[in-house]
């Protein structure tokens, strides 16, 4: 059925794909962001709004009147603001958006967390219960972007606890990688993913995980398409299907993370550190992309 979606945050790095990826289909697409985007979507429309503005938000939602939205919007790198601002902005902007979604009627909302929620890079040490990390491992977030995605899911949970007319889910996305990344444009760090292929020193501050952007749009589908299925308030990963690793991560973790030395055994061959079991089981979804191929092109 096709429905009237809200994407926020749709000018930026993942937005502008997921926003593309909806717009190819029958839903009906609205992305807002404080900045319009330079190439603005075909079939897509773009409104711009301060999401910090709480007034604001909740009257352009309730003229937009959506049957779904999803939450991209955020401070989306750790330390690329000072640690409050970051905290209290990505935190705002989950409790702004998710109120303003209820407030207008919409009965699916989709929030997006990150899996550095996690706790890896701690420089205390940090060693969860085990490896591969599903969405029962207990988050442990060392930096306010890590407690402020924390937090967001936290408000999706709470919505949960008002009202199950509407059905709350967050997502941790892996490194995202834009179509064009694949072509040779800089990733989120500013290098080439082939340098991050070549330096697992790169890749291994994300504990080698990675996910197409196209792959993303895919799972946002599944949830919205499957929302019965999922409990209500519950997150997801959503990695690609392989580790962003030339070797197994059973050797590369031990070196990288010598305390998880002995968790890494089993990630022969291409396995990942992060489960995506999850999403397969409950939604039916599967990455279709992976470096192997997409470079290649
Ligand atoms: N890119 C990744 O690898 C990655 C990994 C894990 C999680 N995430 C999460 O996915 C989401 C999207 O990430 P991204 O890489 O596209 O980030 P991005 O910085 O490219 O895009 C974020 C967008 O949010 C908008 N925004 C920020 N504050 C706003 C406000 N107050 N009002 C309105 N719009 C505002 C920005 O203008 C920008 O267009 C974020 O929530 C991020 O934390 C991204």
Redesign the pocket.
């Known amino acids: 059925m096709a429905e009237r979606i809200i994407i ?8 502008r794909s997921v926003v593309a990826g909806f717009a190819a289909t029958e839903h009906e697409i609205i992305s ?4 319009l985007p330079e190439h603005p979507v075909e079939g897509a429309d773009h409104r711009a ?4 503005d709480a007034e604001a938000t909740a009257a352009l939602f309730a003229e937009i009147s959506p049957t779904a939205v999803i939450s ?6 750790p330390f690329a603001a000072p640690e409050d601002v970051i905290l209290t ?2 935190a705002a ?1 989950a409790q702004n958006v998710t109120a303003a979604a209820v407030g207008s009627g919409a009965t699916t909302v989709v929030i ?5 929620i996690m706790g890896y890079g701690s420089p205390a040490g940090w060693v969860p219960p085990r490896l591969p990390l599903d969405e029962d491992v207990p988050p442990q977030p060392w930096h306010a ?1 890590g407690l402020s ?1 924390h937090v967001a899911e936290q408000v999706a949970a709470m919505f949960a606890q008002q009202t199950d007319a509407v059905k709350f889910m967050s997502f ?5 990688i834009a179509p064009e990344e694949w072509e040779g444009a800089p990733t ?1 760090q500013g290098h080439t993913l082939r340098e991050r292929l070549d330096d697992p020193a790169l890749s291994a501050v994300a504990m080698f995980n990675y996910v197409d952007a196209r792959d993303v749009t895919d799972f946002l589908l599944a949830a919205l398409e499957h929302s019965d299925a999922v409990e209500n308030g519950s997150a997801f990963f959503v990695g690609a299907a392989d580790a962003l690793a030339r070797r197994p991560l059973a050797e590369l973790i031990p070196e990288h993370f010598p305390d998880l030395a002995h968790l890494a055994g089993d990630l022969t061959g291409d396995a990942t550190a992060f489960s995506i079991e999850k999403a397969r089981r409950v939604l039916g979804w599967e990455p279709k992309r992976s470096w192997r191929t997409e470079l290649a092109h």
């Open positions: 926020t945050g749709g000018s930026g790095r993942l937005g807002i962001d404080r900045e709004v301060d999401l910090l991209l919007a955020a401070i989306a790198v902005t990505n902007i997006a967390s990150s899996p550095s972007y995605k941790r996305p892996c490194y995202v989120q």
